[in-house]
């Protein structure tokens, strides 16, 4: 009696684990996923490891040679989920912690912020399209991801993406900020497919006590995805420190064949103090990527930013758009262009090698902080990239 007994409760807990096992899988370079029913949880990262040799890179123009934080994509883990939502129309929440390191030293990109990178809570469905409240990447940036670069993806999704700022040429992102960088604090950001339209709405809350302009962003967006052809658009424009600043623009990419062209205009105006007038700038950009099939690709691209009248910081380096000008002195007017070229070899979806270089130059009174003062520099870098 005393097994039967026992066989029957062993029966029933197999039964009861059968219930809430889940399906764990690992697809190449899509992260370690947990399934069971309408929950998922995804563990994942990027690793990019670079050897770098960059001229000018202090005031006396030494170059320098060195294993640099990253190259392409900033070094990080995260986590994201999803859960259904019991008696609702295909309703469900969502969640995205993502913290970036640096692979040289194992450091916090952003020391004391652990989710530096995204740190938001959600929800999405067909219906409503996907609402997110938290620290998140600009919807500036997210709508001109598709021609700020040869590098992202062709078309303007509902996921996170967008390029970065990493190098001399991957400056054009600032263009995409709002009050605090090109991420939101306290973001709230509605994206929705229509079709084949993608529409978008971001603002970022201030939370100043008696103050609901300050640290303000707002920013609306939209995209048509047609395949071979891609176009998308955004205007956005922030309190930043009581100055405004607006920026808007529009670009897209073609594929033909093998290539794809991607091009791209920025307009972009920030207030200064009076004694400095405002600043006016306009930016171009256009690049290239082959992919002829099998392991290699090959990108090439170039960009102009044009600013007249930018406030420059004590060391006479123009201010990124977007930053705060409140304390400027002083102004510069000129030109920063930027060549750029990549090789890339593909081992499969996680692994892959490169070889990379630009060519940085400013004309007029225009310094970059990257040139430590001098009007040119050249980058050349070897990496390793690997997804988990």
């Known amino acids: 009696m005393q097994i039967q007994q026992a066989t029957a409760e062993a029966r029933q807990k197999v039964a009861e684990a059968e219930k809430i096992k889940g399906e764990v899988s690992q697809n190449a370079g899509e992260g370690l996923v947990y399934k069971h029913g309408d929950d998922s949880v ?33 070094n990080r883990w995260g986590i994201e989920g999803e859960h259904g939502l019991k008696g609702t129309d295909g309703l469900k929440a969502i969640f995205k912690l993502e913290s970036e390191y640096e692979l040289p030293t194992g450091s916090m990109d952003t020391p004391g912020v652990l989710f530096n990178r995204d740190a938001w809570l959600g929800v999405e469905s067909e219906s409503l399209g996907k609402l997110t409240f938290g620290r998140q990447n600009t919807l500036a940036r997210e709508f001109s991801k598709i021609y700020g670069d040869p590098y992202g993806s062709a078309g303007v999704t509902l996921e996170e993406g967008g390029y970065t700022n990493n190098n001399d040429f991957k400056q054009l992102i600032f263009y995409s900020g709002s009050a605090t960088g090109t991420r939101y604090d306290k973001g709230i950001v509605w994206k929705k497919k229509i079709g084949e339209f993608v529409a978008g709405v971001g603002y970022q809350v201030g939370g100043n006590p008696g103050d609901n302009s300050t640290g303000t962003t707002k920013a609306v967006g939209v995209a048509y995805n047609g395949g071979m052809t891609n176009v998308s658009a955004f205007y ?153």
Not at 58 to 68: C, E, I, N, V, Y
Not at 291 to 318: C, I, K, R
């Open 42 to 74: 995804r563990l994942y990262g990027l690793i990019d490891l670079s050897m770098s040799n960059k001229s000018n890179a202090d005031k006396a123009g030494s170059t320098q040679k060195d294993m640099s934080v990253a190259w392409f994509s900033g």
């Open 236 to 388: 956005n424009t922030a309190n930043v420190n009581g100055y405004t600043h607006t920026s808007y623009s529009l670009g897209g990419n073609v594929t033909v064949g093998m290539v794809r062209l991607n091009a791209g205009y920025f307009n972009y105006t920030a207030d200064q103090p009076l004694a400095l007038g405002n600043r006016s700038d306009k930016a171009y950009t256009v690049s290239a990527r082959f992919a002829p099939g099998g392991a290699f690709d090959y990108e090439l691209g170039w960009q102009t930013m044009n600013a007249t009248n930018a406030a420059v910081n004590g060391s006479h380096y123009v201010l990124n758009a977007f930053a705060n000008t409140g304390n400027a002195t002083a102004t510069a007017t000129g030109k920063r262009k930027t060549w750029y070229g990549s090789v890339f070899y593909h081992f499969d979806k996680r692994t892959e090698l490169y070889l990379a270089f630009d060519r940085l130059s400013t004309d007029g009174t225009y310094l970059a902080a990257q040139a430590n003062g001098f009007t040119s520099q050249n980058e050349l870098a070897a990496g390793m990239r690997f997804k988990f």
